[in-house]
């Protein structure tokens, strides 16, 4: 279930599409490089490349579905998913996105499941998309946590 809150954030430019980290050192080198390469993979559609970026066990938020995908369950889904809508299509909708990155300062901050500490990468998709929007429930939001000392996507939203 999708939370509200009210977050600062204090941005950092990146090299992907104006994505954005708001991050302590040595952590934000860590984490703007993870997400940097993933956000970059997700663009290009590539779930081969996304993978390596996924934890063990991924929660799936999806109103009203919500479940947990093993990582090579979650590179599957997105192998077909992207594979249905064309590769250059998949890339064609999310080539401006602006992404950003926060640290969650508060354990339930936005979903249930995060926890104080990790890293919440907003896509701002809907944002990015000219004309006619289906609703403001357009989504796609990843949350990174520290899993065995690195960066691994640990829950996932979107609304697609």
């Not at 390469?37 to 779930?47: L, N, T």
């Not at 990155?101 to 000219?130: M, N, P, Q, T």
């Amino acid at each position: 279930m999708l939370k509200t809150c009210a977050v600062i954030l204090v941005a950092i430019p990146l090299t992907i599409p104006n994505l954005a980290c708001a991050a302590d050192a040595p952590a934000g080198n860590e984490i703007e490089s993870v997400t940097k390469e993933f956000v970059q993979a997700f663009v290009e559609g590539d779930a081969e490349k996304m993978q390596p970026h996924f934890a063990p066990d991924v929660i799936v938020e999806r109103d009203p579905e919500r479940g947990v995908r093993k990582k090579d369950q979650l590179r599957d889904d997105y192998a077909k998913m992207i594979s249905a809508i064309g590769r250059d299509r998949w890339s064609e909708l999310f080539k401006k996105v602006k992404p950003t990155v926060v640290k969650a300062a508060a354990d339930g901050e936005v979903f249930e499941f995060v926890k104080a500490g990790d890293y919440i990468c907003d896509l701002h998709w809907r944002e990015s998309r000219e004309g006619q929007r289906n609703g403001l429930d357009e989504a796609v939001i990843f949350v990174f946590r520290l899993v065995d000392g690195k960066y691994k996507l640990i829950g996932h939203y979107a609304d697609y």
